[in-house]
Every structure is written in structure tokens, then in C-alpha cells.
DNA sequence: ATTATCTTTGTTAGTGTTCACTAACTTGTG
DNA sequence: CACAAGTTAGTGAACACTAACAAAGATAAT
């Protein structure tokens, strides 16, 4: 799909932005940031917002084995479990991700990138959710609370928690805090 | 503290970011939209940082009746409640913060502006793990389950849930979607 | 096998636009 | 007549992007 000098591009707007937020990635730095010419950025793509749907693109492949891997499990509870810890897996050895997520919201200007961050929540949102109801139904979720609620709970703490790890300079250990959070999250909503 | 104008000049770059974000917030526009001229922004704030900063001042000034009501309360899972409520009853009727909010991350570039954000993140947070922690010692609350996951829980949800009623066009009803979350999170940290 | 041509990928130099901000002057008010 | 608050005109810097040309390899005709 994408070319050698695509993901290389790609892997160097990521960079830039995870170092200096979005108003980081300029043509500019990122034809330096390659070592090649300004220009020669425009053989490779029509123009900037290919390169950030490509930024998303990506993001959005190397997020997949988070949701895939969840069917490996029949237990609803294990499944959340896999969904949270699979989700820091991948953002702790690619630390990167973490502060272009919380660049999505800048990309607010461009109709054609909100599109794509909205349905990328969304598609995760209703996967997990219908894990919950599931859970819910088999009897191994309490299910004097809705559903949505609980997986409010779940990516609203798991967000918040890959922020304060973003924002404290990545000093603790993001994996260990969420195995806490997600034994946590099962504690609370196991039915007994 | 602030003069007429400089509250105006306050009101209209908030109005401009919730219409299209950060980079909407230019001199040009933020002009434009009070209708005097660009260096007539000049006479009342030193630069276009001091705006942001006051934005933000002014920001935490209204946000602050969410925090200060809580102690009306005696019991913590009331204070919760509170706490949830107000700030949802403070963003519903001021639905361009909910869209400030989250260009808290884009202000990425200026030291100053992250520790201002941060701070004010820390403060509600140090504030709320208290009436959490002091609930579990009375007994109120579950003690099984850490008092950090629980605030992770609360705060995690709370943001979640204005994200979404800010990207969805604001088309539920925030108080009431808020009074829903609020009742399940009594639900499941409240002690038997 | 050699030559001719096309395509890909790069370069240097420069475009117009927008940005935050300033200089210098003006006007209204106490 | 001092001062606060406005104006018009314009600054250099940064931005995304383009025009024109160069080099090198692949393809194809002779």
C-alpha cells in the first residue's frame, strides 16, 4: 500500500508530532527531518492532509491486533481485560501514539479527519460494547448497570489513564498500571 | 481583574475555538470578531499567549463552583455526585468549553500554557481521590479497589462522556446522560 | 548490444498567502 | 493637554505548495 519513502514520511509526522504537538509537523521539518528536499515530499503525496490520513491510516493498523485479539478469549471478563492491556501494549512500545492521540482533537479543522478519528471510536466503542452486553447476558457482568455506562468507564479510564502517562513524561509503568485498573474494573463489575 | 474588553477579547477566542479549533484563534479573526481592528488587540492584552493564558484564567474562575459546592455535602458519595453534576451543569451551559477542553492538548507547544492545563487537572483530581479516600474510610465506599482507579474511573467517564456529547453536535441531553453515569458509579463503588 | 526515450525521484529557486506583531498617527475624554 | 484606545499601513517570518530542470534507471526500438 504504502511505499518505503510513504512510511517513512508517515513514521517522521508521527515523530514530529509526538515532540512538539501538530503546529510540529511543517513541511519544513519533515523534509529535514528525512533528509531530502521540500518538494520531494510532493512525489510522494498530493499534498499534507494525505500525509495525516496516512498518519491515521497507520495508526489505525498497527491498533487492530488490540480489537482482533479479543475473539482468543470466550470469558467476556478476560476479553475486557485483553481489550485494556492490549491497547497499553501497543501504546507503551510505541510511545509516539500516545501524544498523536491527543492531537486528534486538533485535527478538527478537516471534515475528512474528524470522519476518520470518529469512526475509529466508534468502531472500538461498539466492539467493546458488545462484549459487555454479552457479558451482561451469560451472567458474568452485573447487569443492574447499562451497558454503556460501563464501557464509559472502561475507555474513559483507560484514555485518561494513557494521558496522565503522556503528560507525567512517561515515568511510571504504564502496563503495570493498567493490569491495577483493569483488575479494578473487574472487581467492580463482576457479578457474583 | 479583567476589563470589559479584555472580557470580550476573552469570550470571543473561546467562541472561535469551539467553532473550528485551535487554529482558528488569530489575530485576524479574533479582530474581525469584536469588530475593532487587529492592533487594537494590541492596547489591551501584551501578546497573543497572555489571550491564551487568560482564557484559560477565566476558564478555571468559572469552573470553580464545581468544586466549592462539594462541601454542602456530608456524605462523599453525595460529593460525587456533586462534583459530576456541577461540572456537567457548568459545561451544559457553556457548551464552547467542552470544545476548549479538549485544545487543552494542542496548547502542547507553550510551556506555560501545559503547566496552567495541568495544574488545574491535578487540583480537581487531588481534590476528588480526598472525598474518595475519606469515604472508604467511613465506610461508605468500597475499600476493596484503589481509591486512584476509582478517581480514574470518575474523571475518566466524566471527560469521556462531554468528548462525546461535544463531537456528536451536542444532540443528547449532557445533565441527564450525566445524572445516568453519576447514579451507576454510585451503583458500583457504594459498600454493602 | 547500443541507442533513444520515458518515468521516477530528486534538486534549486521562488510563488502568494497568512501569520503575529509594530510604527506612526488620530480621536475622544476627563 | 495628557492619556487611553482606536486607526491605517506595513513589517519580516513562516507557511504549503509549484515551476523548471537534472540525473538515473527501466523499457523498448533499431
Partial sequence: MFSERQQQIIEAAINLIA???IQNLTTKNLAKNIEISEPALYRHFKNKLEILKSVLD???VKM???IEKL???SKALDKIEKFILEHLRIISSNPDFAKVIFSEANFQNEETLILKVNNMMNKSHKILENVVQSGQNIGEIRNDISSLSIVRMI???LRLLVTQWSMSGMIFNLELEGK???????KLIKKK
Avoid at 180 to 186: F, G, M, N, W
Fill in 19 to 21: 515532540e512538539k504537538g
Fill in 155 to 157: 475507555i474513559g479510564s
Fill in 58 to 60: 497507520h495508526f489505525s
Fill in 71 to 73: 475473539n482468543r478469549s
Fill in 180 to 186: 491495577q485498573l483493569s483488575a479494578d474494573i473487574e
Fill in 64 to 66: 487492530k491486533p488490540a
